[in-house]
């Protein structure tokens, strides 16, 4: 790797830290807040709701709340006009700080990270579930007592319908990875079929010459 790649390279493995460090101290801050108020989950979803059915749903907002080109007052007129009688006046005041500072850029990760102390809060714990068909409820609830009872938490499943799994279901908790799908058996078995190939030609060509005629 040349010199000037290894620069940028750290450079934005000091930005990715910075920024991270940046959006845990608005996200603490919030986070002081709402634990604070009686209606604390209902703080923690809106902030989630703001990043997913408003910044997801509308990329040129997101995009000119995050631009340096719109200035900051500019900003703060646009947050109190479209969301000044949606937004509970706790997380339109705290956008109105982090966008004073321009730092709404920052938002996503602050959400994820307001989340995340919410449920190490209450015991909770994300689970993302992969599988090839909608999970009736009784299967979820049951998939829900066995990881409760694996994981000592209560887990919160986010689940995905993924038909290319064709059958199974693959489990992320953290960066830990259970992957029962049938899709996951088929490629070992081939990847078994293939090692065993290769191990024939290197140990026994002759054989492997045999068993190809």
Do not use: C
Not at 28 to 34: I, K, L, R, S
Not at 191 to 206: C, F, G, S, Y
Request: no cysteine; charged share 25%; net charge positive.
């Amino acid at each position: 790797m040349s010199n000037t790649a290894t620069e940028n390279a750290k450079q934005e493995t000091v930005l990715d830290v910075t920024g991270d460090e940046v959006a845990r101290g608005y996200a603490v801050a919030y986070w002081n807040v709402a634990a604070k108020s009686a209606s604390v989950g209902e703080m923690v979803d809106e902030l989630s709701s703001f990043v997913t059915e408003v910044l997801d749903k509308f990329p040129k907002l997101d995009e000119s709340l995050r631009s340096a080109i719109v200035r900051k007052e500019q900003k703060g007129e646009m947050l109190n006009r479209i969301f000044g009688q949606r937004l509970a006046p706790q997380l339109l005041a705290f956008l109105q700080v982090m966008s004073r500072h321009g730092r709404l850029g920052l938002v996503r990760s602050a959400a994820r990270i307001v989340r995340k102390l919410y449920a190490d809060e209450q015991g909770l714990l994300d689970v993302d579930v992969q599988v090839a068909s909608p999970l009736a409820e009784s299967l979820r609830n049951e998939i829900r007592a066995k990881l409760r009872t694996a994981l000592g938490k209560e887990p919160v499943l986010k689940v995905k319908v993924d038909p290319s799994l064709i059958a199974g279901m693959v489990i992320r908790v953290g960066d830990r990875v259970y992957d029962s799908s049938v899709n996951n058996q088929f490629n070992l078995a081939r990847k078994a079929m293939i090692e065993r190939a290769v191990n024939l030609i290197e140990t026994q060509p002759e054989k492997f010459l045999q068993a190809a005629s």
